[in-house]
């Protein structure tokens, strides 16, 4: 199995995680910042090695921002598809985002609206069965329904893919995953049953391959309790009086890129934590965030970040 993620080393502190590798020759390194529960004391930066995963992956310059592709590349690509996910490696992406819910039958499935209509054609299939809630829908049924066309005509035929799918047909890309639970308040238990699929799939529990995160930062609190190791990450922008005691059990903060100051970002990386803005589709944004001190941009448009971490 190819991995991009092929041995870490941090820059800034002690380096306390060795990846175990299971390609040999070691090729561009790819900055990639990331909050690692085992490795955390203060902020990091830490350097992924890029191993030979292929002449897209080998090229990818060393960048100090991570690239995180959100819901794919969703730009260009039907969002939360395989095809989305693959292009987001394509197009240079060192991360992909997804969301997960859970279907009747408790499949954890990606999506990131709580209802099917708007990015499947379930309104054609089960024409009585509005307001089309994943939580009222099996995942025999689910499987049925198209989730690219909607988007263009090329990708007709895209599924709605389960979590297990998406890590199944993204590992040998050897690209890292941002895991957002989507509305875990809808779905008790489900912080059990994402850790149960990760654990089922060793291959992601590479140390700071998985960052797990949600705006429900209760149910984060939880995931923490079930699995210490994974990091976690907070979407929103929790007051900075609030930071310290979040601090003890997240390792990143996700907040909207607008409004995002140097000052919040230090504080953040003063207790540990990382930033991940979101989403950040221009480059004169891109640039502001960079400059400003992020650890990470999430995109719809991994190939605009790409151009400006090249130049
Ligand atoms: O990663 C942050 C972002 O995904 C949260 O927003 O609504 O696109 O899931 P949303
Ligand atoms: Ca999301």
Do not use: C
Not at 31 to 48: E, H, R, Y
Not at 69 to 74: D, P
Not at 168 to 178: E, N, P, Q, T, V
Not at 189 to 210: Q, T
């Amino acid at each position: 199995m190819l991995h991009r993620l092929g041995a870490i080393v941090a820059t800034s502190l002690t380096t306390v995680a060795t990846v175990p590798t299971t390609t040999a020759a070691a090729a561009t390194p790819v900055g990639l910042p990331m909050a690692m529960t085992t490795t955390k004391a203060a902020a990091q930066s830490i350097t992924f090695t890029t191993a030979s995963a292929g002449a897209a992956a080998a090229a990818r310059p060393r960048s100090s921002v991570t690239s995180v592709a959100h819901r794919g590349a969703s730009a260009y690509a039907p969002e939360n598809t395989i095809a989305a996910f693959r292009l987001a490696d394509k197009q240079r992406a060192d991360m992909f985002e997804l969301d997960v819910q859970e279907t009747k039958d408790h499949k954890l499935v990606l999506m990131h609206d709580p209802t099917l209509n708007r990015t499947t054609n379930v309104e054609q299939v089960f024409p009585t069965r509005s307001p089309w809630r994943i939580k009222d829908f099996t995942y025999a049924e689910i499987r049925r329904l198209d989730a690219g066309s909607w988007f263009a005509a090329k990708y007709r035929g895209q599924r709605v893919p389960t979590l297990r799918g998406a890590l199944r047909a993204m590992d040998s890309s050897g690209m890292g995953l941002l895991l957002e639970i989507k509305k875990p308040e809808l779905y008790r238990g489900i912080e059990g049953r994402v850790a149960d699929e990760l654990n089922r799939n060793p291959s992601w529990l590479i140390p700071g391959r998985v960052v797990v995160q949600s705006f429900n930062w209760g149910s984060m609190r939880k995931f923490h309790h079930k699995m210490s190791h994974v990091p976690i990450g907070l979407i929103g922008t929790p007051r900075i009086a609030q930071l310290p005691k979040l601090s003890s059990f997240a390792d990143q903060v996700t907040p909207p890129h607008r409004g995002l100051v140097p000052r919040y970002i230090r504080r953040v990386h003063s207790l540990g934590m990382t930033v991940l803005a979101w989403t950040v589709n221009d480059a004169a944004s891109m640039r502001r965030l960079i400059s400003a001190g992020v650890d990470g941009i999430i995109t719809n448009k991994p190939d605009v970040l790409a151009r400006i971490t090249d130049s």
